[in-house]
């Protein structure tokens, strides 16, 4: 997985979420008509990202339909585990209560926030 985890840029992040959201695969088009209200770029800039993804293994780009169609090869849970972990090591010296506790005394997350973990992690052990 370490090497999968090629780093996406925050523009890379956006395509490859408007990928992830459709459950089928997408023209450029359809990309950038759903990126609009967030960036104001041609339809060559979206294709040379669209290339880059698909040159670091993250999109799979078909020509058999005469329109490029994309799909995403890395499934979105996948990468954002990876991300995560990876986010954790360097910020938090891996250790997600470092993580909530920076967090919470920078007023970033609110006691209802710590009220929903709670609720999420009793689940998680009834669960088991």
Same mark, same amino acid.
């Given at each position: 997985?370490?090497?999968?985890?090629?780093?996406?840029?925050?523009?890379?992040?956006?395509?490859?979420?408007?990928?992830?959201?459709?459950?089928?695969?997408?023209?450029?088009?359809?990309?950038?008509?759903?990126?609009?209200?967030?960036?104001?770029?041609?339809?060559?800039?979206?294709?040379?990202? @669209?290339?880059? +993804?698909?040159?670091?293994?993250?999109?799979?780009?078909?020509? &058999?339909?005469? =329109? $490029?169609?994309?799909?995403?090869?890395?499934?979105?849970?996948?990468?954002?585990?990876?991300?995560?972990?990876?986010? @954790?090591?360097? +910020?938090?010296?891996?250790?997600?209560?470092?993580?909530?506790? &920076?967090?919470? =005394? $920078?007023?970033?997350?609110?006691?209802?926030?710590?009220?929903?973990?709670?609720?999420?992690?009793?689940?998680?052990?009834?669960?088991?």
């Amino acid at each position: 997985m370490g090497n999968v985890l090629k780093k996406l840029g925050e523009a890379e992040l956006e395509i490859m979420q408007v990928i992830w959201d459709s459950e089928s695969p997408v023209t450029s088009n359809y990309i950038l008509k759903e990126l609009q209200g967030r960036r104001q770029w041609q339809l060559s800039t979206l294709m040379t990202s @669209l290339t880059r +993804l698909a040159d670091k293994g993250f999109i799979h780009c078909d020509r &058999s339909t005469g =329109s $490029n169609l994309y799909t995403s090869i890395i499934p979105e849970n996948e990468y954002k585990a990876g991300a995560s972990k990876h986010f @954790l090591e360097k +910020l938090y010296n891996n250790s997600i209560q470092n993580m909530i506790a &920076s967090l919470y =005394s $920078n007023r970033a997350i609110k006691d209802s926030d710590i009220e929903e973990l709670r609720n999420f992690l009793d689940k998680l052990e009834d669960e088991d």
